[in-house]
């Protein structure tokens, strides 16, 4: 009897896989996430529900749940994550009343892209522009399967729209401010130091511009150290600096 190969969404041997397989990445691609999303111009939406503003960590778990799911789960389960996450959106939408903006989605899928490239090459090494071409392919594929409208269809649109997505789409606003009391205040002051030198490290200039973040320079040191940290194994020591102690076991999970 032949046994039918299995298929998945992303592909084993994909960058995907590694950029996504890893704690450390996973909380820098968070980290410069939640720096952006606060200045979206759509971030109303989330108090609309205010299930981030009331627990930002939390909502950080919930969502790599499902990504971890879409990058490493066949591709049948796979799909099922992303209908599912469809689902939570377009219920979200029919209890307002009104539909989140097509630039709003595909601001989000942008970001994903764009930190998973930033923060692997923050922690790691340059990717290939064949890498960064696959990181492009497997997260527009997950917005096509949700129903994503006018999406770039090569990496080098992509740049493009991105970089117009960062010029159109950003503003500082009280929405953005309560967003970051609301990080400071679930992390406490020593770890909401951090997360704002490693957003400071990843997001692109226009978003340190816009959050009046220091310079790259000053924010070296903090990589320095984890890097050594990693080759001493005391890396796990390091992680534990950017998350209070009950989401340990958590964080370990991310690991894959």
């Given at each position: 009897?032949?046994l ?10 994909s960058?995907?896989?590694q ?19 606060a200045?979206n111009?759509?971030?109303d939406?989330l ?29 049948q ?10 689902t ?15 630039w709003?989605y ?27 071409n696959?990181v ?13 409208k ?7 649109e992509?740049?493009r729209?991105?970089?117009?997505h960062l010029?159109?789409?950003?503003q ?10 609301q990080y ?15 957003q400071?490290?990843?997001?692109p200039q226009?978003?340190r511009?816009?959050l ?45």
């Amino acid at each position: 009897m032949t046994l039918s190969k299995k298929v998945y969404f992303v592909e084993k041997n994909s960058i995907v896989r590694q950029i996504w397989g890893k704690s450390d990445t996973i909380l820098f691609i968070f980290a410069g996430a939640s720096a952006e999303f606060a200045l979206n111009k759509a971030v109303d939406w989330l108090y609309f529900t205010n299930r981030l503003p009331a627990d930002p960590i939390g909502r950080l778990f919930s969502t790599v749940s499902y990504a971890q799911t879409i990058v490493f789960s066949e591709k049948q389960t796979a799909l099922r994550a992303i209908e599912a996450m469809a689902t939570i959106h377009a219920t979200v939408e029919a209890k307002r009343g009104t539909t989140i903006p097509d630039w709003a989605y595909r601001d989000v899928l942008f970001l994903l892209i764009d930190y998973s490239i930033r923060s692997f090459e923050v922690l790691e090494r340059k990717l290939s522009w064949t890498e960064k071409n696959e990181v492009f392919q497997v997260f527009t594929n997950l917005g096509r399967h949700m129903g994503l409208k006018s999406l770039p269809q090569t990496f080098d649109e992509w740049v493009r729209m991105r970089q117009e997505h960062l010029e159109q789409n950003l503003q500082s606003s009280e929405y953005s401010k309560d967003l970051f009391r609301q990080y400071r205040k679930h992390l406490g002051s020593f770890r909401y130091a951090i997360l704002l030198r490693v957003q400071a490290l990843v997001v692109p200039q226009s978003v340190r511009d816009l959050l009046s973040f220091p310079k790259k320079s000053r924010t070296l040191t903090l990589i320095t150290l984890y890097k050594i940290s990693k080759v001493l194994r005391l890396d796990w020591f390091m992680k534990e600096l950017l998350l209070p102690a009950k989401y340990k076991k958590q964080m370990k999970a991310l690991d894959i």
